[in-house]
């Protein structure tokens, strides 16, 4: 058995940016000179520049990893051993995000529109046209479109497709420190189609309740709903703890209640490291999961940051996506280790290092040789990732 020993320093060091204004001087006529001098006038206020409602954001990433497995895809005997970066040995581009968000003070609307390999995979539940699946769908490209009423300074309402409140990382590149995903990722929801509601009690205190359409999909397959909730508690200064739970009946013709809870926490123990920490357990009529992963990140220099995910994901069961060829539950145990380079304030250079193990209770094998065979129970990719964002 490997060992793998890892040290990780620093993390992400705050900035603190200041701004000191200088009022405008009144001015002075030569005329009378001592008759001002006797009754200065006050000094106009400095009118700030509006805020522009209308923001643009956005990102474009690429990457190519080496599997050392002598393949050409990362994938295995279910087609989710990794669910984002699946193509090895070639150069792609992963996603193109383009981001709208227009805000005032009562109402914000979120147009996210990805496109590309991981853009389509991110999405895969919106096949479904009006028109006929033949002709292909523009919900394909469609990563988030909400709206958020602001009732009250507490209390907000969203209503439209956003993502899911399950689970540490997120689809997008630039935020995640590790750039390829985690298996809880890959088997947890990506997004939900409904309403939620956000109530911010207090600065350690929120929770949010929701009701959706179901998982992965803008169009619901039965008449029961999805129902998501989340409780947030910040202990401490830099401690945040997040509660969550997703569940909706995905069954046809029989029932099939499918459930997700989930804690995700993290802690900035210095302004150099982060300490992060995801759990989860879900079910269904199939069998049941569950994992953890640690994420420990720390700044190293000014440009460069070094973190590692360390996890355990056991669906042994059967009862979500990652199996083996027979249908049968699987375990699999990685780590990956990623760098952070910022190369420009809009460029990222992330070299990573990943190794996943695989087993199962038949023993059998999960991946493939470079002859096509499942020959392999684990397997080690190298390579990196450049992203810009803006």
């Known amino acids: ?219 619901d397959n039965n008449k029961a709903k999805g129902f998501q909730g989340q409780i947030t508690i910040k202990p401490v200064d830099g401690w945040s703890v997040y509660l969550n739970y997703f569940g909706s009946d995905e069954g046809v013709d029989e029932k099939n209640m499918t459930s997700w809870f989930d804690l995700t926490t993290s802690y900035q123990v210095t302004e150099k490291m982060l300490i992060g920490l995801n759990a989860v357990t879900g079910k269904n009529t199939t069998g049941s999961w569950g994992g953890a992963a640690l994420y420990l990140n720390g700044k190293v220099s000014d440009k460069f940051s070094l973190g590692t995910r360390i996890e355990y994901f056991d669906n042994s069961k059967g009862g979500i996506y990652l199996v083996d060829a027979d249908g049968a539950g699987v375990s699999t145990t990685g780590i990956t280790l990623t760098g952070n380079y910022d190369v420009s304030p809009n460029l990222k250079f992330k070299p990573e290092y990943r190794f996943d193990s695989y087993k199962n209770a038949a023993g059998t094998f999960q991946l493939y040789d470079k002859d096509g065979g499942l020959t392999k129970k684990s397997q080690s990719t190298l390579g990196a990732a450049l992203i810009f964002y803006f």
Request: aromatic content about 12%; hydrophobic content about 35%; proline content about 4%.
């Open 1 to 219: 058995m490997k060992k793998v020993y890892l040290t990780i320093f620093g993390l992400v060091s705050t900035l603190a940016v200041s701004a000191t204004e200088n009022p405008t001087k009144p001015s002075k006529s030569e005329k009378n000179q001592a008759q001002k001098e006797a009754n200065v006038e006050t000094p106009k206020a400095v009118v700030e520049e509006a805020k522009n409602p209308l923001t643009f954001s956005g990102y474009v990433d690429t990457y190519y990893f080496a599997n050392f497995n002598g393949v050409q895809s990362n994938l295995g005997a279910s087609g989710f051993e990794r669910i984002f970066d699946q193509k090895a040995n070639n150069f792609q581009v992963g996603l193109a995000q383009l981001k709208t968000t227009y805000s005032t003070d009562k109402v914000t609307g979120v147009i996210d529109l990805t496109f590309g390999n991981h853009g389509d995979l991110g999405n895969y539940g919106n096949p479904i046209s009006p028109v006929g699946a033949e002709f292909g769908s523009t919900g394909f490209a469609i990563k988030q479109a909400y709206l958020t009423w602001k009732m009250t300074d507490k209390v907000s309402l969203t209503g439209g497709q956003y993502g899911t409140n399950v689970g540490y990382e997120v689809i997008d590149a630039p935020v995640n420190f590790n750039y390829s995903l985690s298996n809880m990722f890959g088997n947890g929801p990506f997004y939900h189609t409904g309403v939620k509601l956000d109530v911010a009690a207090s600065d350690k205190f929120a929770f949010m309740l929701g009701i959706t359409n179901g998982l992965d999909s803008k169009d």
